[in-house]
């Protein structure tokens, strides 16, 4: 069974950097699989920020994060990275990482909401 567990939130002021940290596990990862980063304010809608094919052969990066915000993956480790420069106030969110066995291209995948989800880490970002 695959499980997702998501890591490396905290607090940082803005005009900050930070490395969020999505490992896989009970699955092989490859390009078979469709991976993504997404992320949720108090009072808002899930959205998808990232989305990728395992391979990094299809991406999908939001505008709101576009050119702030990119991803790294380690085959070794089944680990998906996202890369989070020049944060803002408006990135403060619970964001989750999600990885599903999947066709779907990326701006599909961040547009769904079924997902194997991991548990979450909070990222805030102060003025």
């Known amino acids: 069974q695959v499980q997702v567990v998501d890591s490396g939130g905290g607090s940082v002021q803005a005009g900050g950097s930070l490395r969020l940290s999505c490992t896989v596990s009970?699955?092989?990862?490859?390009?078979?699989?469709?991976m993504g980063w997404f992320r949720q304010a108090p009072g808002k809608e899930r959205e998808g920020i990232l989305c990728?094919?395992?391979?990094?052969?299809?991406?999908y990066v939001a505008d709101s994060v576009k050119g702030r915000f990119t991803f790294a993956r380690d085959n070794a480790k089944n680990t998906l990275y996202l890369e989070m420069n020049s944060l803002k106030p408006e990135d403060t969110a619970i964001y989750y990482c999600?990885?599903?066995?999947?066709?779907?291209?990326?701006?599909?995948?961040?547009?769904?909401?079924?997902?194997?989800w991991g548990q979450g880490t909070q990222v805030t970002v102060s003025s």
């Open positions: 990728i094919r395992w391979s990094g052969s299809m991406t």
């Open positions: 999600a990885a599903d066995e999947t066709g779907v291209t990326p701006y599909d995948y961040c547009s769904e909401s079924s997902h194997q």
């Open positions: 009970g699955a092989t990862l490859d390009d078979d699989y469709a």
